[in-house]
């Protein structure tokens, strides 16, 4: 065994040489309850027992052999909660990995509560690590939870740490050694997170540590650059809030409670001093604060107080008053809570009971039909329901039904055997159900199937077996079905162009997203999303949007939903410089729309309440954007939807092409 027989380890955290001979023994006596109570032993060896005394009183399970696997909920939780941690770690470990293909170990990324959020590395390391010990993502590592062990000791410790094989409290763990070190904050106390490098005991190197070390600075310095990012938004709220409330005592301060900026007056000056110990006693003076969030996670990122007077009036920030914030202000405010569902966000209350429902059929892995326009976030939604089903660890495979030409449309799917057909892959070739095996299979535009290819994925899903082209040999299909369409499926089974009981096959559970003109809280997220996510692509220093500007994008109807709302953004952020107004918007946002057009004596111009109302403002805008581009092609473009999607707008709409273009429509409608 290694540790009676290998040369002394540095141990970091100690400060003196680790003489691994006898651990193993020592760890035997220990939990035999058979230790000599004045034996000599090394300072070494003292710690080690004072390490699993500690274990033992905690009460951690020695018998343990598999880590302890958080729900996938309370996972999907941890992991949304740390989103900058992943971010800003992930690319670096997965870079690091990329330099270690031939050394036998895996890296593991876990955060502040030693959950594991990722694992990198050899892939036999790491599927034995999976299969014997239950070293996995959404595994618990603290020492509460799993004893001794290298991501629990050095969150425990605050400091790098190795810990080989025999001391593991749990003997489970005594095949692995590891080497982990603390990520800490830009304060320099604060653990944020821990980088892990594991191998089997036999192949542990002393340079692990170093790895983990230099690993950590590099996260650590991203980091850092982040909260500079972050402490900037909160000064620009800052200023923004002193120009609103010039006669007022404003206090911001970052999550972590420390104070960033004060109104320069001796009265706020002292209150900010005494926050850090006395917040207690401060806070009884806010009257007010706004919430500062991160612009693309919307994670908290401080507050801006607003202070009562000496004479002890109070005031509130006013709501229509608050400062042009930039782009990562909440939206709706906090009676409005923002749901995530992974990139998909919604404060609109019938969306986020949708969200709640999807998060609940994720784990029940039963095929999903997904409904809703075309730009609602369908293949988004698809994407996270995989992410947090049981089957977050295997493939998920997108596939778009209406872009498969017909006549390949079966190998496509079950693949093909060598010589099946000419012009084929000689050596034949797997279809989609066979690569997306174990995991997701998205069917995209599930309505656009043509019916031979509807009956043979119906004899898929009603015996689970299907055949390569060219060949008799059965396989099993073992994927989930996840299927999304914008059309009416009840309606192509009317019109015979959809087989009933393959609805009824997919839609075991069916949900539908509202298009984003029923959801208009929703807008005003989507575009404070967007114009971040735009911001940072284009590397930006500020993105803020004039009233006008907020207020024509929340009148518009959107009728390409969250993608046009992106394509719409995207243009005026590149448009902008900085502030975006009303001439960086597309024409069809700021336009009346066109008096000749059909509409109701007193109809409501934009924002209506009734569907037909809608419809006819959708008409009207249609018919100014053909008259405007007189180019199919193009009003697609502009309003972010498909060209077949546009043309089912035309017939819905009762929208005559040629009437609209005065009879030229076969030299420009294409
Ligand atoms: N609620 C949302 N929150 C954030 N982003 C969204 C949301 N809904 C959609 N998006 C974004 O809008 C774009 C379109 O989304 P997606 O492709 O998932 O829509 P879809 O309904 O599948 O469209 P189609 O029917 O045309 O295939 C993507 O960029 C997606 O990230």
Not at 68 to 91: H, N
Not at 246 to 267: F, I, K, M, Y
Request: with cysteine; charged share 25%.
């Amino acid at each position: 065994m290694r540790p009676d027989a290998s040369p002394p380890h540095a141990s970091p955290y100690v400060g003196f040489q680790k003489d691994l001979r006898g651990v193993r023994s020592l760890w035997e006596r220990f939990h035999a309850g058979m230790l000599d109570l004045e034996e000599r032993r090394t300072t070494y060896h003292e710690l080690l027992l004072g390490e699993w005394q500690r274990c033992t009183a905690l009460g951690v399970d020695v018998a343990m052999t598999r880590g302890r696997l958080l729900s996938s909920e309370e996972f999907r939780r941890r992991q949304e909660a740390e989103q900058l941690l992943l971010e800003t770690s992930v690319p670096i470990v997965r870079e690091v990995s990329n330099f270690l293909v031939d050394v036998p170990g895996i890296m593991i990324l876990a955060e502040r509560t030693g959950t594991v959020l990722h694992i990198t590395g050899d892939p036999a390391v790491r599927e034995r690590a999976a299969t014997h010990s239950g070293i996995v993502e959404g595994s618990q590592w603290n020492e509460l939870t799993a004893g001794t062990n290298g991501v629990g000791t050095a969150l425990s410790k605050g400091r790098p740490v190795h810990v080989l094989a025999a001391e593991h409290f749990c003997e489970g763990w005594h095949s692995w050694s590891c080497a982990a070190t603390p990520i800490f904050d830009a304060d320099g106390h604060t653990v944020l997170g821990i980088v892990d490098f594991t191998t089997i005991d036999a192949d542990f190197r002393d340079q692990a540590l170093g790895l983990t070390v230099s690993v950590a600075n590099s996260i650590q310095a991203r980091m850092a650059l982040h909260r500079e990012l972050e402490r900037r938004l909160l000064l620009t709220a800052f200023s923004d809030a002193s120009r609103h409330y010039p006669h007022d005592d404003l206090l911001a301060v970052d999550q972590a409670g420390r104070p960033v900026a004060h109104t320069p007056s001796e009265r706020c000056r002292q209150l900010a001093e005494r926050w850090p110990t006395e917040a207690a006693a401060v806070r009884e003076l806010v009257c007010d604060s706004l919430a500062v969030t991160a612009p693309s996670t919307g994670a908290p990122i401080g507050a801006v107080l607003l202070l009562a007077k000496p004479a002890g009036y109070q005031k509130v920030f006013r709501s229509e008053a608050r400062p042009a914030w930039p782009a990562p202000q909440p939206a709706a405010g906090p009676e409005r809570p923002v749901t995530r569902f992974g990139d998909f966000v919604s404060c609109d209350p019938s969306t986020q009971r949708m969200l709640e429902a999807l998060r609940r059929l994720a784990e029940a892995d039963v095929n999903l039909l997904i409904t809703g326009e075309t730009g609602t976030g369908k293949e988004l939604l698809a994407r996270h329901v995989h992410a947090c089903s049981p089957r977050r660890q295997q493939p998920y495979l997108a596939i778009n039904c209406g872009a498969i030409s017909e006549h390949l449309m079966e190998s496509t799917f079950f693949g093909y055997v060598k010589g099946a057909f000419s012009g084929a892959d000689p050596r034949g070739r797997a279809g989609y159900f066979e690569s997306a095996q174990d995991g997701t299979l998205f069917l995209d535009e599930v309505g656009e199937l043509p019916p031979a290819m509807q009956a043979a994925l119906l004899r898929v899903l009603e015996d689970g077996s299907f055949q390569r082209v060219g060949s008799c040999e059965p396989r099993r299909a073992r994927c989930r079905i996840i299927a999304a369409t914008h059309r009416d499926l009840t309606q192509l089974i009317a019109e015979g162009r959809f087989r009933r009981d393959l609805y009824y096959r997919l839609k075991v559970a069916q949900r539908c997203i509202p298009p984003l003109r029923e959801r208009p809280d929703d807008i005003t997220l989507l575009v404070e999303q967007f114009a971040e996510l735009m911001r940072r692509k284009h590397g930006l220093q500020s993105v803020r949007f004039t009233q006008a500007a907020m207020d024509a994008l929340r009148r518009y109807a959107w009728p390409g939903n969250a993608r046009e709302v992106r394509n719409a953004i995207e243009t005026a952020v590149l448009c902008a410089s900085g502030t975006i107004d009303l001439d960086c918007l597309p024409p069809e946002l700021t336009q009346a729309p066109p008096p000749a057009a059909p509409q109701e004596p007193d109809g409501p111009q934009h924002a209506p309440d009734g569907m037909a109302a809608v419809r006819d403002y959708e008409r009207q805008l249609i018919v100014g954007m053909l008259r405007k581009y007189r180019n199919v092609s193009q009003v697609a473009h502009a309003l972010g939807l498909a060209r077949s999607t546009l043309y089912r707008k035309f017939a819905e709409l009762g929208i005559q092409q040629a009437e609209v273009l005065g009879g030229d429509e076969g030299s420009h409608l294409s």
